[in-house]
């Protein structure tokens, strides 16, 4: 029972780090000094100065990184609620609130999947 439990903390950590991993390093398109990603646009000019700005206002891609932080506040938020159950529950006690929430984190990673490519469209 502890190995399963184990299982399931090392389960909801690797998660998380990988949630965390794709919002931050997502870069789409790298090439002749411009690289294009989630959250800015960087071009590098002559004498290695990288300039960058923030991505366009387009609403696909703001609903892109809204599901991003929705994704990852839904596994922090199943992560501690499976601790709190954990030490809360009966013996036996089953952790629906845990899979609810992040069965929620997976859904919404499925759905930002679905809007970026609907923005690489444009």
């Known amino acids: 029972m502890l190995l ?3 299982g399931i903390i090392v389960l909801h950590v690797a ?3 990988l ?3 794709a919002t931050i390093v997502s870069q789409w398109i790298v090439g002749n000094g411009h690289a294009t990603d989630l959250w800015q646009n960087c071009s590098t000019t002559s004498g290695n100065v990288q300039h960058c700005f923030s991505s366009s206002a387009n609403e ?3 609903s892109v990184q ?3 932080i929705l994704s990852i506040i839904f596994s922090v ?3 501690f609620l499976f601790f709190c159950q954990l030490f809360t529950l009966t ?3 089953r952790f629906y609130i ?3 929430f992040q069965i929620l984190a997976g859904k919404l990673d499925i759905i930002k999947k679905l809007g970026l490519s609907e923005v690489m469209k444009w």
């Open 15 to 17: 998660v998380l780090v």
């Open 77 to 79: 938020l199943s992560l």
């Open 60 to 62: 696909w891609l703001q």
């Open 19 to 21: 949630l965390f991993v």
């Open 98 to 100: 845990t899979g609810i």
């Open 91 to 93: 013996k036996g006690g």
């Open 4 to 6: 399963l439990l184990l």
């Open 66 to 68: 809204a599901t991003m």
